[in-house]
């Protein structure tokens, strides 16, 4: 009983390893996407900041804000607000596409892990036989010997 191990199931295995495989690399790019869409919102919400705090300043200190310049203020405040709920929803949708590839991860894991378990169950019985092949080549050895012996001392 000299054959290698050879699992039944081993290429739906390995056909689970790629599916799990390619859901984590799915799930790395999604959350390399939310992070871009974080720092853009980030960026956004900073540019907000600098263009009020801007407008603060001139008041504070005494410039002269004309009509024209305040409803241009105004106008770009309006875009950011605009850009900045824009760029929330996106992520949202991010972070959603995220818990979803992240589910998705989990569940090709736990199917790969299933048959790794059958593939250590079966792993497992081909010791035991082999154990038992080897227990039994050793019994019919003694056998054998002690039966020459006998032989031997009585002939």
Known sequence: MSRNFQFPLQRVLNVREIIEETRSLELKRSQSRLETEKNQLKVLKERKKEMLSETRLRTKR??????????????????????????????????????????EVLK????????????????????????????????????????????????
Not at 89 to 102: H, P, Y
Not at 108 to 131: F, M, P, T
Request: glycine fraction near 6%; charged fraction near 35%; charge should be positive.
């Open 108 to 155: 090709a894991s736990r199917e790969k892990k299933i048959v790794e378990i059958l593939k250590d169950q079966h792993l497992q019985r081909y010791i035991k036989g082999l154990n038992r092949a080897q227990e039994k080549e050793e019994s019919e050895i003694g056998l054998r010997i002690a039966a020459k012996r006998k032989t031997e001392i009585s002939g």
């Open 62 to 103: 005494g410039d002269r804000l004309t009509i024209n310049s305040l409803q241009v203020t105004s106008n770009y405040v309006s875009q950011l607000n605009e850009s900045i709920s824009g760029k929330k929803s996106a992520v949202d949708k991010t972070v959603q596409l995220v818990e979803k590839d992240r589910s």
